[in-house]
């Protein structure tokens, strides 16, 4: 098997603080509107009538989870295959990487990439996305939003060996189906998890100062 | 939205040469047999230059959704997955064969069967640059964009203008010729006529196609995955009047004027009327086409977090 560096996310310990959201934010010095790792809660479930005292409402199956994510660094990497310019390759580690020298900002991999990872500089007019913290791993450290979790919840590693330990999960909503790219990640779902196109939730976007 | 804009330029305008080029060749090929080459060559020619600067254009506007414009020639390297690469080393071979076929045919240089397989040659070249173009929006992650009706409708565009914009082209090159030579204009006349009367045929049996295919586009979407109904929704929702627009323009364009043109174009003496006609139904055309090409791009909801 050929190497393929790949994130665990372990979303039954997410508590959706986003601190690895910030970890990268900082690290890259990521303009306003850029994010490379996000954080997403979805939820659902509703609210039924007490069947005694119908004023009353109780709530019926409703459940939240966060979900961390970066670019996937894909198996099968969409972006790489629809960039007209070459600018975007998959190192022999498995990282995809962007080569900004190369982009000329045509943001084609923007509509390829289902997990909107690629995102576009207005500033510096290329494309940008998480690079694993290249820098860090060449120093042999963590990437930084995996040193930030307080929770533990993040974690990387090669692909092989997390399914060994973890699974096989790579979907979970509100990803998309793996089948669109093969993802190089491993997933412990949280309980209330629902596979990816099963969804009965949605993503809920709170407000944030 | 300016980026938006870009594409719809490019992709009209792209696909507007490539379908007059087609127009072009396929008429000059008949009246050629039945007028001869010198009287084929009177009626068409002068719209390669039309031809030419539209493609110009298009290719020109295709660069200003680029956040590096100036890189823009490393955009073929990827030929080798990338749809983006073949649509635009597809379009820059038919620029230059088209602008070759052009060169040659004006001064008349080289025989006549040499220049007419570089003239078919840049013409199956624009066959492939729209299915190209149609291709690049195929992605897995675009629902909306990723079935049959995306090459379907591109080709439809590229032909309904083509035949519109060649219409129109035909009537200003008789009224030119009028103009400088009243003497050669009978013949001409007469094959303006039948040319005319052809292309409201073909012009009405593409917007059929047309009024077809998009009702059974959007009952496909509406059915489709979630991305799928959401693309619905925008063009039943905030899109629809664009839509209910674009439909109107199109068939009083290629219906309406389509049906006069032909009726026009039965007996000689109207070609004033005629003319009015053909560039009605160009203008009400191609701001159908440009209208719908802003819904195509502006009711797309993606696979993406």
């Not at chain 1, 994130?7 to 850029?34: E, H, Q």
């Not at chain 1, 690079?131 to 939003?145: H, I, K, S, T, W």
């Not at chain 2, 219906?255 to 174009?265: D, H, I, R």
């Amino acid at each position: 098997m050929a190497k393929q560096l790949a994130f665990y996310f372990d979303a039954s310990a997410c508590t959706g603080c986003k601190a690895c959201a910030m970890a990268c934010k900082d690290k890259n010095n990521l303009p306003v509107g850029i994010n490379w790792r996000k954080v997403f809660d979805y939820g659902g479930g509703g609210w039924i009538q007490h069947p005694a005292h119908p004023e009353f409402m109780i709530p019926n199956n409703v459940f939240v989870y966060s979900t961390s994510t970066a670019c996937m660094h894909c198996e099968k990497p969409l972006c790489a295959e629809a960039c007209p310019a070459k600018a975007i390759f998959k190192r022999d580690d498995g990282v995809v990487l962007i080569d900004k020298d190369l982009c000329i900002g045509c943001r084609y991999c923007e509509w390829a990439c289902p997990y909107g990872a690629p995102q576009f500089n207005e500033e510096l007019g290329v494309m940008t996305k998480c690079d694993f913290c290249q820098d860090y791993l060449a120093q042999g450290q963590n990437p930084a939003c995996v040193d930030q979790c307080p929770q533990r919840a993040l974690g990387f590693g090669e692909l092989d060996e997390l399914r060994q330990m973890y699974g096989n999960i790579n979907a979970i909503e509100p990803l998309p189906s793996s089948d669109i790219s093969h993802p190089a990640i491993v997933i412990t779902p949280h309980k209330h998890s629902q596979p990816s196109g099963q969804g009965t939730g949605r993503i809920i976007k709170l407000p944030e100062v | 939205m300016l980026r938006e804009l870009a594409l719809i330029a490019f992709t009209i305008l792209a696909q507007m040469s490539v379908g007059a080029f087609l127009v072009l060749g396929v008429v000059k090929f008949f009246v050629a047999r039945k007028a001869g080459q010198e009287e084929a060559d009177r009626m068409g020619d002068r719209s390669l230059i039309a031809i030419i600067i539209v493609l110009g254009l298009g290719m020109l506007a295709s660069l200003w959704h680029l956040g590096n414009p100036l890189s823009a020639p490393r955009a073929v390297t990827n030929f080798a997955t990338s749809w983006l690469s073949r649509e635009i080393l597809a379009g820059v071979v038919f620029a230059v064969l088209g602008l070759l076929y052009a060169v040659l045919q004006w001064f008349k240089l080289g025989p006549i069967i040499l220049r007419n397989i570089i003239g078919w040659l840049a013409g199956l070249v624009g066959i492939v640059l729209v299915l190209c173009m149609a291709m690049v929006y195929m992605l897995p992650t675009q629902p909306a964009w990723n079935n049959l009706a995306t090459p379907i409708s591109f080709f439809t565009t590229t032909l309904l203008l083509g035949v519109l914009a060649m219409g129109a082209a035909y009537v200003a090159n008789y009224a030119y010729l009028k103009k400088k030579n009243p003497g050669c204009a009978d013949q001409q006349c007469e094959l303006l006529r039948n040319v005319l009367r052809w292309i409201a045929v073909v012009a009405v049996i593409l917007l059929g196609i047309e009024f077809v295919l998009i009702p059974v586009y959007l009952v496909s979407l509406a059915t489709g995955s979630p991305q799928a109904v959401e693309s619905a929704k925008l063009i039943a929702g905030p899109l629809g009047l664009t839509f209910l627009f674009r439909m109107i323009l199109a068939f009083l364009g290629a219906g309406v004027f389509g049906f006069f043109l032909y009726q026009n174009a039965q007996s000689a003496g109207r070609e004033k009327v005629l003319s009015y006609m053909a560039y009605a139904a160009f203008i009400l055309v191609f701001v159908a086409e440009v209208l719908g090409r802003f819904i195509f791009y502006s009711s797309q909801v993606g696979i993406t977090l």
